[in-house]
């Protein structure tokens, strides 16, 4: 069974720096693209960054140039820098994977139903 855990989440000041994991347990598809979303109040849920197993890379535009996607597979888990964030960053952050390649998947890297597995997210508070 595949568990996905987010960590990392908390309070800070905009321009300051987070850091977050996404611990994968159960997940061996040679194949996979991972990636993270977010969601803040009243909003609807967005695509942040991916990356599969090839290691391509993709961004929102929102995020591109302040936060860096990547993973360790020794360790199974996914990272989230985020660096220069702004209030408007404030979200809960999910991680979600699946068993393809991010070109390969259902609709695209950034649609949510190209994943399988999600995480139970973490919360990021930026303030000014």
């Known amino acids: 069974q595949v568990h996905l855990a987010e960590s990392g989440g908390g309070s800070v000041q905009a321009g300051e720096s987070l850091r977050l994991s996404c611990e994968a347990s159960?997940?061996?598809?040679?194949?996979?693209?991972m990636g993270w979303f977010r969601q803040a109040p009243g909003k609807k849920r967005e695509a942040v960054a991916a990356i599969d197993s090839k290691g391509t890379l993709s961004y929102a535009d929102s995020v591109k140039g302040r936060f860096t996607i990547s993973k360790d597979n020794q360790k199974n888990t996914l990272y989230l820098q985020m660096d220069r964030l702004k209030p408007e960053d404030t979200a809960i952050y999910s991680c979600?994977?699946?068993?393809?390649?991010?070109?390969?998947?259902?609709?695209?890297?950034?649609?949510?139903?190209?994943?399988?597995?999600w995480g139970q997210g973490t919360q990021v508070t930026v303030s000014s």
């Open positions: 159960g997940y061996t598809y040679s194949k996979n693209c």
């Open positions: 979600a994977a699946v068993g393809l390649l991010c070109k390969n998947s259902v609709a695209g890297w950034s649609a949510d139903i190209s994943y399988v597995y």
